[in-house]
C-alpha cells in the first residue's frame, strides 16, 4: 500500500474510532430496520462503521416540521450504508468515494412540492411535471426524501425505499448522465449490463402496453434511469421478487453493489 494510501486509512481509523455510532442507539435503531436482519454481524460491523462516517461527513438537514431524533439519523444513515457498503470491495475506490457527488440529505416529514413546472415539448411529450414527490435527486444538489414514506415498515408489502432510488440516481449521475448505467466496475461486462436492463425494460414496457399487470412498480417504464432506481429498491427491499422477475437484473445488481441480499 503506498504511504499516501497509509496515511488515509490511518486518519479514517481515527475519525471512526472518535465518532462510531454508540453501540446502544445502534442497536435501538437497527431494531426498526428488518432488512438489517440478512446481514451478519462483520457485515454489520462494517455497516455501522460507515453510517458513523455519513452522519460525520454528509449533512442531514430536518425542514417543513420535520424532528429528527438520533436514532432517526442513525436509521437514515444506516439505510445509506447498506447500499455502499458492498463498494468496499470494490477496486475503484472506497464505499465513501461512491458517494462523493452529494453532501446532504433534506428531510421532509410529508410528501413535497417538486418546485418543477409543466413544460411540454413541441411534440407534445410531457418533459417536466409539477406535483407531490416523495423522493427528488438534484444533478448539482443533495437528495431530498419524504421520511413518512421511507422509514423501516415491517408491513410494507412492496419495494419503497426513497433514499435508495435517490441514491441510486445519485450513482447513475457519477459518469455524467442519468441513464440507468452507472460506472461499471473493472470485472463487470457493459454488454451482458445493457443486454439485461433493455430487456426487463422493454419486457415491462410490452406488458403495461398489453394491459398485464405489471411484474415491479410500474414507474420503472418511465425510462432506464428510473428502472435502474427502482431495481434498486427491489434487490435491498424485494430481492426475492427483482430475482424471480429479472433474474438477469437481479444478477447485475448483485456483481454491481457486490452483495446477494436474496442469499444472505
Ligand atoms: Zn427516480
Not at 465513501?96 to 418546485?115: A, C, E, K
Not at 449521475?173 to 461499471?184: E, I, K
Not at 466496475?185 to 419486457?203: G, L, Q
Not at 437481479?250 to 456483481?255: A, K, V
Request: charged share 20%.
Amino acid at each position: 500500500m503506498r504511504l499516501i494510501q497509509q496515511l488515509q486509512h490511518q486518519v479514517l481509523a481515527l475519525h471512526l474510532k472518535r465518532n462510531k455510532i454508540p453501540l446502544k442507539l445502534w442497536h435501538q435503531a437497527i431494531r426498526k430496520m428488518p432488512i438489517m436482519q440478512r446481514y451478519h454481524s462483520s457485515q454489520r460491523m462494517q455497516i455501522r462503521l460507515l453510517a458513523s462516517e455519513i452522519l460525520r461527513t454528509k449533512h442531514l438537514i430536518a425542514i417543513k416540521g420535520m424532528v429528527f431524533t438520533d436514532e432517526i439519523k442513525v436509521i437514515i444513515a444506516t439505510q445509506a450504508a447498506i447500499m455502499v457498503y458492498g463498494f468496499e470491495l470494490a477496486k475503484e475506490g472506497s464505499a465513501m468515494s461512491w458517494l462523493r457527488n452529494w453532501s446532504q440529505i433534506i428531510v421532509y416529514p410529508m410528501p413535497f412540492l417538486n418546485g418543477r413546472e409543466n413544460i411540454v415539448s413541441p411534440n407534445g411529450v410531457l418533459v417536466s411535471q409539477s406535483g407531490l414527490e416523495s423522493g427528488e435527486t438534484q444533478y448539482q444538489g443533495g437528495i431530498v426524501i419524504d421520511w413518512n414514506d421511507d422509514k423501516p415498515h415491517r408491513l410494507r408489502a412492496h419495494a419503497n425505499q426513497v433514499l435508495m432510488h435517490e441514491m441510486a440516481h445519485k450513482l447513475d449521475m457519477l459518469d455524467g448522465d442519468t441513464n440507468g448505467h452507472p460506472p461499471l466496475h473493472a470485472d463487470m461486462n457493459e454488454r451482458e449490463w445493457f443486454m439485461a436492463f433493455e430487456e426487463a425494460f422493454e419486457s415491462l414496457c410490452q406488458q403495461l402496453i398489453k394491459g398485464r399487470k405489471p411484474a415491479i412498480n410500474p414507474y420503472a417504464a418511465t425510462n432506464p434511469a428510473e428502472f435502474f432506481a427502482v431495481s434498486t429498491e427491489y434487490f435491498f427491499e424485494a430481492p426475492a421478487v427483482l430475482k424471480r422477475v429479472f433474474p438477469a437484473v437481479y444478477h447485475q445488481l448483485t456483481l454491481f453493489y457486490k452483495q446477494s441480499p436474496q442469499l444472505d
